[in-house]
T-cell receptor, first 119, second 108 residues
């Protein structure tokens, strides 16, 4: 059974750093892309970008390039999304999803990680 | 960057047909996908590659494509279909993706 399990909710202050995780099981991690999707409170879905499990090839949406960093650790089948300097506008729920691209879209999703940035 | 436009929200009575459209220039040459999101839940793909339905998705969900426009059709709408629906489309190269703004389906 394919599963993506994300790390728990985070409450941080502006200016702090953060790294959230997405641990996958049930398929070969290195053979697939993982996408990250942002959903701000009461708003729609935003595709932030995707990273390939096998070689860390990364594609960032222009809206998020330079704002976040995606990475993977194949040894533990885990993808990460990190911020160096958080802003209040980073408050959102972040989803990871297995990204099959044109083939079948985002076919398996994590449960989402809520991130609250508040002073 | 590129834009993915969705039709506004739609309200229908149970048993009626709901249609949601999505347009983006690249959809004339590339495939897109549709997702359903219910409150407090992660999205679920209901149609992929314009017209394909994943296993487990009811037959009342169907997709079609014409030119640069995708259409999600829900025939015989049921109360449990009330949700937000998003289309996802790529850029012309198929490398970068974006979601439409979402369409809320209300079942009266």
């Amino acid at each position: 059974e394919v599963q993506l399990v994300q790390s728990g909710a985070e409450v941080k202050q502006p200016g702090e750093s953060l790294k959230i995780s997405c641990k996958v099981s049930g398929y070969i991690f290195r053979n697939h892309w993982i996408a990250w999707v942002r959903q701000m409170p009461g708003k729609g879905l935003e595709w932030m970008g995707a990273i390939y499990g096998g070689d860390s090839d990364t594609r960032y949406s222009p809206s998020f390039e330079g704002q976040v960093t995606m990475s993977v650790d194949e040894s533990v089948s885990t993808a990460y999304l990190q911020w160096r300097t958080l802003k209040a506008s980073d408050s959102a729920k972040y989803y990871c999803a297995r990204d099959t691209g044109r083939r079948a879209g985002l076919d398996y999703w994590g449960q989402g990680t809520p991130v609250i940035i508040s002073s | 960057s590129f834009e993915v436009k969705q039709s506004p929200s739609v309200s229908v009575s149970p048993g009626q047909t709901a249609r949601i459209t999505c347009s983006s220039d690249a959809l004339a040459k590339q495939n897109g996908h549709w997702y359903q999101q219910k409150p407090g839940q992660a999205p679920v793909v209901v149609i992929y590659r314009d017209t394909e339905r994943p296993s487990g998705i009811p037959e009342r969900f169907s997709g079609s494509s014409s030119g640069s426009t995708l259409t999600l059709t829900i025939s015989g709408v049921r109360p449990e279909d009330e949700a937000d629906y998003y289309c996802q489309a790529p850029d012309i190269s198929g490398t970068y993706w974006a979601f439409g703004g979402g369409s809320r389906l209300t079942v009266l």
